[in-house]
């Protein structure tokens, strides 16, 4: 995308349309709203395109705690172009086109220069409504309100202002519409199967929930050459879209009959699949992915929503029976 001559808007606050979530699990109301022009080490962005991801529809319904935290501008998927910035960033310039990511990257920690994970040492594992560096909002309300932030992203407005360590810059030449799921979804199933779990060549893998984060697992799958991708999804019309991602075997647990996907994973992998993914986020299908794992299981998840029901589920399985394997449990988000 070619560069655009300096924003007339560079170092003022743009009025802009967004999407504002007022109180939880209410209908979002698009309202005209204020964005703040960025400050040192952040990037102003106008958003092209952004989707709907199920954390956010899990925040938009928490009603009570610490991150229940209203009025608000959710989405973390999109894509957009840099439309100003702030002093001292360099990564990126004016016309340049990138995805607002939620793990920051300071690009210079240990842990962000090592190739074992995402975290970051500078930002920390942190999630609150505001910027990472002064605690504070870029968005306000035609009467002054502030308006708080999610996962320092914030795509469901025209424009959003981001810290530089959650910016990507990315080739103009993908397009768009697909691009935005690069932020999250894809990143996040494509990255559980090749960075996370690292699928040996000949593994067989099953999935649980055949969404974007499920399919972007089943590609990553098929990029590190495993025998066999079960999908497992209630929709049938999954298993056509799943085979252009590498799935060769489909389960809809609505027509195992008297047989439950385990018993199916079992018999289809001769024991067990040697990796299993739970894209949804419910303890059911949790419990039901470890059973159908082999003897040591390998469980990724891709939510936190059913985390205290499993580990009760592990912790009384394994101290109450002879094993002394101890499943590998990741969270992927």
Partial sequence: MENHNRSL???KAIRCKAAVSRNPGEPLVIEEIEVDPPKDWEVRIKILCTSLCHSDVTYWKNSSGPLAIFP??????????????????????EGDLVL??????????????????????????????YMPRDKTCRFKGMNGEVLHHFLFVSSFTEYTVVDVAHVVKIS??????????????????IGAAWKV??????????????GAIGLAVAEGARLRRASKII????????FEIGKKFGVTDFINPSTCGEKNVSEEIKEITDGGADYCFECIGLASLMEEAF???????????????????LLMFFFFHFFSSSKSSFPWLVWLK
């Avoid at 608000?72 to 310039?93: L, N, P, Q, T, Y």
């Avoid at 999908?231 to 999954?238: Q, R, T």
Wanted: glycine share 10%; with cysteine.
């Fill in 291 to 309: 059973k159908s794992n082999r003897e040591v299981p390998c469980i990724y998840s891709s939510t936190f929503n059913a985390k205290l029901t």
């Fill in 172 to 189: 103009s030449e993908i397009p768009i519409d697909k691009a935005c799921l690069l932020s999250c979804g894809v990143s996040t199933g």
């Fill in 9 to 11: 808007a560079a170092g």
């Fill in 72 to 93: 608000r501008i959710f989405g973390h998927e999109a894509i957009g172009v840099v439309e100003s910035i702030g002093k001292h960033v360099e990564e990126v310039e």
């Fill in 197 to 210: 779990a690292d699928i040996e060549e000949g593994s067989t893998v099953a999935i649980f929930g055949l």
């Fill in 100 to 129: 607002p990511v939620f793990r920051p990257n300071c690009r210079e920690c240990r842990d962000c220069k090592s190739p074992k994970g995402n975290g970051c040492l500078a930002f920390g594992n942190v999630v609150n409504a």
């Fill in 231 to 238: 999908g497992v999804d209630l929709n049938p019309e999954k």
